[in-house]
C-alpha cells in the first residue's frame, strides 16, 4: 500500500513537470531566428538615417558581435563611430574611430577617419585658460592628414582646422604669460610671449607678443636681469 502511494506520487509530479514544460514552450513560443549580417546592416542603416543613433549602434555592435569576420563588419564599426559623433559623445567617438584605423590603416576612408577624430578633439577645446590637450590632439591629426593624404578632399580643410588650434594655443600661452607680467615675473613672461612668435606667428597675436617681450625686457634691464632666453 505504501509503495502504491509513493509510485502516485511519483507518476503525478512527472505529469506536473511534462504540463509545465508544455506551458512554459507555448508561452515563449518559437525560438527567435538570428539576424543575418546583412539584416543587421540595413537595419543599423534604417535606425541612422532616422537620427536613432543608440539604436543603430546596438544593431552595428551586434552584427560585429556576432559576424566579426563578415564583409559588413568594417562599415558597421566605422557607422559606431558617426553615431556616436552625432549623438556629441566625442570620447566614445574616438575610441571607435581609432579602432578602426587600428583595423584597417589602408582602408579607403582612412582620410575621413583621421578627419572624424581630429574634428572630435577640436570640438571639445576649451577656453584659452583650461588645458590645452584637445588642441594638441587635434592639431596632431589634422597634421596627419597633409603629411599623409595631401590630395585627400580634407587636406584643405585641415589647414583651416589646425590654425583654429593654434590659435586656442597660442592666446593660452600669451594668456599665462600676462599672468607673469602682472606678477612681475618678467623672465617667465618673456619666455611665454617667444613662444608665442616662434611657434604661432600667424594667428592674430604676434604683434600683442612683440609689445609685451619690449616691456618685460625693459622691465628686466631696470632690474640689471640678463633679457638672453633660457
Not at 618673456?190 to 612668435?197: A, G, K, S, T
Request: charged share 25%; proline share 3%.
Amino acid at each position: 500500500m505504501h509503495r502504491l502511494l509513493k509510485n502516485n506520487m511519483v507518476g503525478k509530479l512527472i505529469l506536473i513537470s511534462i504540463l509545465l514544460c508544455i506551458t512554459i514552450s507555448c508561452a515563449s513560443g518559437p525560438p527567435k531566428r538570428e539576424k543575418k549580417a546583412n539584416e543587421l546592416l540595413k537595419e543599423g542603416e534604417q535606425a541612422f538615417q532616422a537620427g536613432k543613433y543608440q539604436k543603430a549602434i546596438d544593431s552595428f555592435e551586434n552584427l560585429i558581435d556576432w559576424y566579426p569576420f563578415s564583409v559588413h563588419a568594417s562599415k558597421a564599426e566605422l557607422q559606431i563611430g558617426d553615431a556616436h559623433y552625432n549623438l556629441g559623445q566625442y570620447h566614445d567617438a574616438i575610441f571607435a574611430y581609432e579602432g578602426f584605423e587600428r583595423l584597417h590603416p589602408t582602408h579607403e576612408k582612412a582620410p575621413y577617419v583621421l578627419n572624424q577624430i581630429g574634428t572630435c578633439f577640436l570640438n571639445q577645446l576649451d577656453t584659452i585658460d583650461r588645458d590645452q590637450t584637445s588642441a594638441i590632439q587635434a592639431a596632431r591629426y589634422f597634421d596627419r592628414i597633409r603629411h599623409e593624404y595631401p590630395q585627400s578632399q580634407y587636406a584643405i580643410e585641415a589647414k583651416n582646422k589646425m590654425m583654429t588650434c593654434y590659435k586656442s594655443l597660442a592666446e593660452n600661452e600669451f594668456y599665462v604669460g600676462l599672468i607673469y607680467y602682472k606678477a612681475e615675473r618678467y623672465r617667465a613672461a618673456l619666455n611665454r610671449f617667444q613662444v608665442v612668435i616662434s611657434r604661432y606667428p600667424d594667428v592674430g597675436i604676434h604683434n600683442k607678443s612683440i609689445q609685451y617681450i619690449a616691456k618685460c625686457r625693459m622691465a628686466m634691464a631696470k632690474r640689471g636681469q640678463s633679457t638672453k632666453r633660457r
